[in-house]
């Protein structure tokens, strides 16, 4: 396997990891499968290690995850917040996991930055903050789980790696690769994958838990969306979904039943990239996804203050779903200069 992680790195985790035994895993909010796979994949091999790790994550994870061994012990702030402030108060370590800055963790964010102890950044997204007394961010990392398993043999750790580590560890990479379809970097990525099929995952089951188990009212929402609401944008070779709440409720929907829908218009020749608009409490949270190298991460700095990953980011707007839509629309002609390398046939 290529050596991307700088050995210092590998060097200075290894140390803080024993030094410390009570130590705390955490992620972003609205946590996806490279969240919870990472930091419950550290919370296996760290339990593997003696220690006594405590996944502690902003809000709620999605269903779909449930099937992750571990997953039950994890402790969720919005519902325990006594005992999360507890363990993150008495925490020697605390490692952050697939976030860049620490207003991605919403309401948990002052509870962890205001801890005394330690911290770690293990991330791949770009721009990375320094809240962390050690940064391990590597952008070109498709996923943290990626990374996560990179640091493990930098570590000589991987004997310690067990088939629940490496189920996490793998529902990550597969979850923000789109099952090794997008934001691979590097092809000894097969590599890591023939590593944790060794260990008996079993990749078929991940895939059909976090890609194939659609409600029938999601799966008509999807429908619903493409047919009705998203708009192309053919001088743009952009696309837009936009649903409100109305829509919502019209399907009964559920956390993470939009999950994936800003990929399709994609599958379209033609478009490069795609926006989806989802109206979400008082605001729109909005999801961002390319090809080509198309910067959707500008699109979602500039215009709504967010972030992410060249081809997959993201932003919250505070305010109405059409003023958020009439943003992206007015500023479209703005971004076509990155279309200037499109190949004719995309
Ligand atoms: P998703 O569309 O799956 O919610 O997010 C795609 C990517 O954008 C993820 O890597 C995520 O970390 C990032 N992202 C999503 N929402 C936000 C946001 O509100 N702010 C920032 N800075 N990044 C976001
Ligand atoms: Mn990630």
New binding site residues.
């Given amino acids: 396997m290529e050596k991307l992680i700088d050995p210092e790195k590998g060097r200075a985790l290894l140390r803080l990891l024993e030094e410390s035994s009570r130590i705390v895993l955490t992620c972003?909010v609205?946590p996806?499968g490279d969240a919870i796979g990472s930091t419950l994949g550290l919370w296996h091999l760290l339990r593997s290690l003696g220690k006594e790790p405590t996944v502690v994550i902003p809000d709620k994870a999605p269903g779909y995850l449930q099937f992750l061994p571990g997953f039950k012990e994890i402790a969720v702030y919005t519902r325990h917040d006594p005992f999360c402030r507890k363990v993150v108060e008495e925490a020697d370590l605390i490692i952050c996991c697939?976030?860049?800055?620490p207003s991605?963790q919403d309401e948990l964010a002052p509870l962890i930055q205001g801890a005394s102890c330690r911290k770690v950044m293990i991330d791949h997204?770009q721009e990375p903050g320094h809240f962390a007394d050690l940064e391990i961010s590597y952008p070109d990392m498709s996923s943290t789980c990626e990374l996560v398993f990179r640091l493990i043999a930098s570590m000589g750790l991987f004997g310690e790696v067990d088939l629940d580590c490496a189920t996490c560890l793998l529902t990550g990479i597969i979850t923000d690769t789109r099952n090794f379809n997008v934001n691979i970097n590097h092809n000894d990525i097969y590599e890591i994958l023939m590593r944790l099929l060794e260990l008996g995952v079993d990749k078929k089951h991940i895939v059909k838990e976090v890609m194939e188990t659609k409600s029938l009212d999601a799966l008509r929402l999807e429908a619903y969306a493409i047919a009705s609401r998203m708009e192309v944008f053919p001088d743009h070779k952009a696309s837009l979904i936009t649903l409100s709440k109305e829509d919502l409720d019209a399907y009964n929907y559920q956390k993470g039943d939009t999950e994936g829908l800003?990929n399709k218009p994609l599958e379209v020749k033609g478009i490069v990239y795609s926006i989806f608009m989802r109206e979400d409490g008082d605001g729109v949270?909005?999801?961002?996804?390319s090809i080509n190298d198309f910067p959707v991460s500008a699109i979602?700095?500039d215009l709504y203050g967010?972030?992410?990953?060249l081809q997959?980011?993201?932003?919250?707007f505070d305010g109405s779903l059409e003023e958020c839509r009439r943003i992206l629309v007015d500023a479209m002609g703005d971004y076509d200069k990155y279309l200037k390398n499109e190949k004719k046939d995309r």
């Fill in positions: 972003h609205r996806d697939d976030f860049n800055i991605r997204h800003v949270k909005i999801s961002a996804r979602c700095k967010g972030g992410g990953h997959a980011s993201g932003a919250e």
